[in-house]
């Protein structure tokens, strides 16, 4: 499988980068997000089309040693190998990608041509070094580029499209592939299989042509094509029920994760033999105290705190005893690099809340934390404002606390993916005496 550009991009783009962005700006971290959500696969598809210029292999190469990605806020702007690019990928349609991202972003248009350099010169930056790390010359960054051509309008998100943002001839064409058909009638045969017309006036004809030696043989296709699109018909209807189920199941890279507690000790979240084990997705039924139900994952932060609450470790445990025990928010997620809480984080929010109202004697703490990539200072605060954001979400006077402790108990390098940083981003609660 070949590399994904966008997400070796994306571990430039954190969300201490972005909160730092949308203060620098004057933007909404939401705002500043959704821009990049927009203009990363734009200025991906740009370099792909364009891997074959000189002027922009060069830039590529040069980005590695400029030291550019080590100040992406400040190095982005006015920087000649950015502009040059721009300028070969984009062309004259820079102001409309501008106008269009502007627009669906809600950040203004001089912030959006800030962070258009932003993501251009950590797309420069993260390709060249990748070149670099791996030996890559020329051709090989050509068709490293090339390789993201197929993926390129299919990673835009939704309300998007190459051709709302102008740039659907610049990529060789709309997001869908153009059929030509010539002006002269084009006549489509293969063995006993229907000929197709297609006439100046541009209606439709189909002729199941008859061989006369075997005996009304070619009459097969008067049942045998509907059938076969019956069939068509079938098998993707039966894909998109599949592919239904698998989204259910499927979590974003901010989803939260079963933490240990951070209090005391980093030994609990290296795995420490008290921390909450991860949880499935098989569905439940959470009984509250009243006869009151839940809808819940079986194994989830519902199942999990109303029996514990319901268990002799809980009336019997001391606040040292409750440091060591975390549960995870197992759908509570964040918009990309902000402190916006997904829609989805509501249902599991409102169960929370239900079950502190059944037990109103209890306490809770909120933790939150990220992983190592990006500014030390910058991911403190990030986290602060997450858990500030599930304190005020929750809206309970249960709620004693709320701390964020940034990248402190992180236990995955920076350097590894972002699938395997996922580990480190993690929102949680514990209960308090």
Not at 3 to 12: A, E, F, M, S, Y
Not at 245 to 255: I, Q
Not at 299 to 327: H, M, P, R
Not at 423 to 428: G, I, P, W
Request: net charge negative; charged share 20%; proline share 2%.
């Amino acid at each position: 499988m070949s590399l994904n550009v966008i997400d070796l991009i994306k571990g430039q783009l954190g969300p201490a980068l972005v909160s730092q962005a949308a203060s620098q700006l004057g933007e909404s971290e939401s705002g500043v997000s959704k821009a990049i959500s927009g203009l990363l696969p734009a200025v991906v598809g740009g370099l792909a089309n364009n891997a074959d210029k000189p002027g922009v292999l060069d830039a590529i190469t040069g980005a590695a040693s400029s030291g550019l990605l080590g100040n992406l806020l400040g190095g982005s702007s006015n920087n000649s190998l950015i502009s040059t690019v721009l300028s070969a990928i984009f062309g004259d349609k820079v102001g409309g990608l501008v106008n269009a991202i502007s627009g669906f972003s809600g950040v203004s248009n001089s912030s959006t041509n800030s962070l258009l350099n932003m993501v251009t010169g950590a797309a420069l930056g993260s390709v060249g070094k990748y070149a670099a790390d791996n030996n890559l010359g020329a051709s090989g960054i050509s068709s490293l580029l090339g390789d993201q051509k197929g993926i390129v309008s299919t990673l835009l998100p939704a309300g998007l499209s190459l051709g709302s943002l102008g740039l659907g001839n610049l990529f060789g064409g709309t997001d869908a592939p153009k059929v030509n058909v010539d002006t002269e009638k084009v006549r489509v045969s293969s063995y006993d299989a229907p000929k197709v017309e297609v006439n100046r006036g541009g209606s439709t004809h189909v002729n199941v042509d008859r061989d006369d030696n075997n005996g009304g043989g070619g009459s097969i296709w008067k049942w045998l094509l509907p059938l076969l699109l019956l069939l068509l018909a079938g098998w993707f209807l039966w894909k998109q029920c599949n592919k239904k189920d698998a989204d259910t199941t499927t979590t974003t890279t901010d989803s939260t994760a079963v933490v240990s507690e951070t209090d005391t000790a980093a030994t609990a979240v290296t795995g420490d033999s008290t921390a909450v084990v991860t949880t499935t997705k098989e569905s439940t039924t959470v009984t509250l105290p009243g006869g009151k139900t839940l809808n819940a994952y079986k194994g989830g932060i519902e199942d999990q705190v109303v029996a514990f609450l319901n268990s002799d470790e809980y009336k019997n445990a001391d606040e040292a005893a409750l440091k060591t025990k975390w549960f995870n928010f197992d759908n509570l997620n964040f918009e990309f690099g902000t402190t916006t809480l997904t829609p989805e984080s509501k249902v599991q929010l409102e169960n929370l809340k239900a079950i502190l109202a059944a037990y109103p004697d209890a306490k809770v703490k909120i933790g939150a934390y990220t992983d190592k990539k990006g500014d030390d200072k910058g991911n403190k605060a990030l986290s602060q404002k997450r858990a500030d954001a599930v304190k005020a979400a929750l809206g309970s006077a249960q709620v004693t606390g709320a701390e964020g402790y940034g990248e402190e108990f992180a236990t995955v390098a920076e350097t590894a993916s972002d699938k395997e940083r996922e580990a480190d981003r993690k929102t949680s609660i514990r209960f308090t005496k």
